[in-house]
T-cell receptor, first 113, second 113 residues
Framework: KAGVTQTPRYLIKTRGQQVTLSCSPISGHRSVSWYQQTPGQGLQFLFEYFSETQRNKGNFPGRFSGRQFSNSRSEMNVSTLELGDSALYLC????????????FGQGTRLTVV | QQQVKQSPQSLIVQKGGISIINCAYENTAFDYFPWYQQFPGKGPALLIAIRPDVSEKKEGRFTISFNKSAKQFSLHIMDSQPGDSATYFCAASRGDQGGKLIFGQGTELSVKP
């Protein structure tokens, strides 16, 4: 069974640009959550999608957005990139909408220059 | 109230020894407590998880001890091996917030041969 797939693995963007990251969950999983990981702030929850609906949102500015498609694949978008957005962005998938086992992808390393 | 505090920040253990990492939480609504292991360049991997109705859970060399009254839980790694050298994260979530995980700051474990 394939794991969580995130693309691309690495990305370099310039301040002010926007970026879209993609996440394909484990087959049969309907919930996708996104996290930002930085050395200073650790792992922070961005948002969660279940059945194409955003169920929960963390404390991030509106520049961070996401969506989920009918096949459970998810994308997150960051607009007007800032240097501080440089981080590892992780996607986790789980079977249902409750607090159950969550499996992470390898992440997308975003560098903003 | 949403924080999870993890200690120590770093830990050095001799091969064959016991590694112990501790976490504490404030929010009594948390009802799911997983531990993740992360190697450099990889996403976090789910190790073991516990719910508050159980005081201990063991899987191979990994044991979670849970103290509901003290609002603390810990990970014990028995017979620690150099291959266990990684960063470990505790986390907590609550059923009414779906897949949102609140993570501790992480513990960098180094097992010396």
């Amino acid at each position: 069974k394939a794991g969580v797939t995130q693309t691309p693995r690495y990305l370099i963007k310039t301040r002010g640009q926007q970026v879209t990251l993609s996440c394909s969950p484990i087959s049969g999983h309907r919930s996708v959550s996104w996290y930002q990981q930085t050395p200073g702030q650790g792992l922070q929850f961005l948002f969660e999608y279940f059945s194409e609906t955003q169920r929960n949102k963390g404390n991030f500015p509106g520049r961070f957005s996401g969506r989920q498609f009918s096949n459970s694949r998810s994308e997150m978008n960051v607009s007007t990139l800032e240097l501080g957005d440089s981080a590892l962005y992780l996607c986790a998938s789980s079977v249902g909408s409750g607090n159950t086992e969550a499996f992470f992808g390898q992440g997308t390393r975003l560098t903003v220059v | 109230q949403q924080q999870v505090k993890q200690s120590p920040q770093s830990l050095i253990v001799q091969k064959g020894g016991i590694s112990i990492i501790n976490c504490a939480y404030e929010n009594t609504a948390f009802d799911y407590f997983p531990w993740y292991q992360q190697f450099p360049g990889k996403g976090p991997a789910l190790l073991i998880a516990i719910r508050p109705d159980v005081s201990e859970k063991k899987e191979g060399r990994f044991t979670i001890s849970f103290n509901k009254s003290a609002k603390q839980f810990s990970l014990h790694i028995m017979d620690s091996q150099p291959g266990d050298s990684a960063t470990y994260f505790c986390a907590a979530s609550r059923g009414d917030q779906g897949g949102k995980l609140i993570f501790g700051q992480g513990t960098e474990l180094s097992v010396k041969p």
